[in-house]
Each structure stands twice: as C-alpha cells, then as structure tokens.
C-alpha cells in the first residue's frame, strides 16, 4: 500500500468518478479502484488537440458541452455510427 499526496481539485475529481462508479455498479468502490480504472482506461491526447477540443467547447457553449470528457464520448460514438453505416453502404454496393 503506498501513499500519494494530490491536490484538492484531484481529490475532489477522484470523489466525483469515485461516486460515478459506484453509481454505475451498485457495489462500493475504493480511490484505488478510480484510479485503476482511469489509467486502464486513458486516452492519450496531445496538448494541441485537448487545446482544439477546449477551444470549441468554449466557443459553442449552446451545444451544451460541459466536460471534454462528455464530447470525446459524443464523438467517439458518433465515428462508430458513421463507420457501421459506411460499412453497410459498402456491403450492399459490393453485393
């Protein structure tokens, strides 16, 4: 068992995924399992695309974006939609 030391934002960030998760599953959760589960489950970006992505949220704010987070998930479900569509597109043309 180790100790870190983190800030009061990143305390306040691991209680709000703490509470996501527990939510999620029905069972009780650690910060230990947070953490686990956020670095099993990161997403590397670079500065300048977290910068881009930011930029837009904030200058189209009646989109109702709140967190990065929220976009990247609405666009990542938005590409795979797009892709199971072109791929049915291509299926019925090779057919």
């Known amino acids: 068992m180790k100790t870190l030391r983190i800030s009061e934002n990143a305390h306040r960030e691991l209680t709000r995924w703490l509470g996501q998760m ?9 910060y230990s399992d947070v953490i ?3 670095v099993s489950q990161a997403v ?4 300048e695309l977290v910068e881009r992505i930011d930029e837009f949220i904030e ?3 009646k989109l109702g974006y709140v967190a990065r ?4 998930r609405e666009a990542a479900n938005e590409r795979l ?3 199971r569509r072109q791929k ?3 299926l019925v043309l090779h057919a």
Do not use: H, V, W
């Not at 987070?69 to 990247?72: S, T």
């Open 36 to 38: 686990e589960a956020l």
């Open 81 to 83: 939609r797009n892709l």
């Open 22 to 30: 527990m939510a999620e599953s029905g069972k009780a959760k650690t």
């Open 59 to 61: 200058g189209n704010k």
């Open 69 to 72: 987070e929220e976009f990247l």
């Open 44 to 47: 590397l970006l670079s500065p």
């Open 88 to 90: 049915k597109a291509d």
